[in-house]
Every structure is written in structure tokens, then in C-alpha cells.
Antibody, heavy 122, light 107 residues
């Protein structure tokens, strides 16, 4: 059974940093692209970042480029999102999501974690 | 960035109704269009990928069609468990983008 379990969310002050983790199980982690998708309270879905299976290529939304870094450790089956210079508008539930063999293409996100709440507030 | 526009933003329907939601991309995304269902407090669930392929385990009353810029999600006979919010998503290029969502409510 595929499982994705996020951790690392919490309350942080504006300008602060936080690192999210997503522990994956039930599939060959290194064979699939992974993404982070966030949802602000009461709002829609926003793709944040994606990474290829090998970790060699990364992609970001303009809203987080230069502040967030996605990475993965295939030996630990774990996806990460390092978030720096956090702003109030980054407040959201962050989901990790399993994609296809590439970051883009005719694939959807077939498995999602339940999400980690990140609150940026003073 | 490719903009995704869903319509309607909300609709009211009865059990047994046929429901259609549309999604339009600001430029061609070929068939790289996915549909999700989300219920309050839950993660989204993939229903349709590649515009018209039914995800494993999803009831056959769900179907998708379209290519290029115009896409449709159809629920042939609405069931009580289908009341939720539906999102389209283009996975043709990064940044991947979602539609704003369509809330399906009970009439």
C-alpha cells in the first residue's frame, strides 16, 4: 500500500525557516517524480515544486523560487522541502504528491499525503 | 504560465443528475489534463488522468474528455458521495497549474 506521511509543519515567524519531510512507502520511490502542492485556508490548490526521480532536476512556482528548495533522499525514501524567508502568504497545508515517471506529462498525482500545516505569523 | 479556467465555480444538483464541469487552458496542453475530487479536510483524490483515462478504483460514472484547450468532466448519475469540490490540473508544463475549483452542492 502506498503511503505518504508529511512532517515538520508548525508555527513560524515571518522571515523564518522550516523544513518539511515526506516519508514514502509502498512503491519504488526513486522511479517517480514527486511534488509539493499547497492549499491556503479556504483556497484552491497551488503546485509549489517538483523533482525528478533521480533528484537531478527540480522545478518551482514563481511564488517560491529562490526561497524554497526541494530535495529527496532515495536511500531513505524521503522527500524534503526547505522553506526559507517565509511570508504570511505561505500559510497553507502542504501536501506531498506522487507523480509519474517525469515531472510533467500526461500523469496525475495518484497518491497524496494528508498534509502538514504551515502557519506563518508573528 | 498556463492558466486554467474552470466553470462553473459552483453548482447545485440532485442525486441522479448528470453533471458536467468544464476546464479551459490558456494554450494547448494536448491531453495533459487531470481531474481531482476533494472533500473537506481531506487530500485531493485523482479521478481522471491524461484527459480521459479513469484512475484505478474510480467509479465508471466519472468520465473525462477533451484535448488541446477544452476539457470536460462528466458525472453520469450523481451519487451522495460525489458532493465535493473538483479541480482540473494541467501537467503539460511547469509550473503545473490548477483550476480554481467547482463546488458541487446538494440541491
Amino acid at each position: 500500500e502506498v503511503q505518504l506521511l508529511e512532517s515538520g509543519g508548525g508555527l513560524v515567524q515571518p522571515g523564518g525557516s522550516l523544513r518539511l519531510s515526506c516519508a514514502a512507502s509502498g512503491f519504488t520511490f526513486s522511479s517517480y517524480a514527486m511534488s509539493w502542492v499547497r492549499q491556503a485556508p479556504g483556497k484552491g490548490l497551488e503546485w509549489v515544486s517538483g523533482i525528478t526521480g533521480s533528484g537531478g532536476n527540480t522545478y518551482y512556482a514563481d511564488s517560491v523560487k529562490g526561497r524554497f528548495t526541494i530535495s529527496r533522499d532515495n536511500s531513505k525514501n524521503t522527500l524534503y522541502l526547505q522553506m526559507n524567508s517565509l511570508r504570511a502568504e505561505d500559510t497553507a497545508v502542504f501536501h506531498c504528491a506522487k507523480g509519474g515517471p517525469t515531472v510533467f506529462g500526461a500523469f496525475g498525482f495518484d497518491y497524496w499525503g494528508q498534509g502538514a500545516l504551515v502557519t506563518v505569523s508573528s | 504560465d498556463i492558466q486554467m479556467t474552470q466553470s462553473p465555480s459552483s453548482l447545485s444538483a440532485s442525486v441522479g443528475d448528470r453533471v458536467t464541469i468544464t476546464c479551459r487552458a490558456s494554450r494547448s496542453i494536448r491531453s495533459s489534463l487531470n481531474w481531482y475530487q476533494q472533500k473537506p479536510g481531506k487530500a485531493p483524490k485523482l479521478l481522471i488522468y491524461a484527459a480521459s483515462s479513469l484512475q484505478s478504483g474510480v467509479p465508471s460514472r466519472y468520465s473525462g474528455s477533451g484535448s488541446g484547450t477544452d476539457f470536460t468532466l462528466t458525472i453520469s448519475s450523481l451519487q451522495p458521495e460525489d458532493f465535493a469540490t473538483y479541480f482540473c490540473q494541467q501537467s503539460y508544463s511547469t509550473p503545473q497549474t490548477f483550476g480554481q475549483g467547482t463546488r458541487v452542492e446538494i440541491k
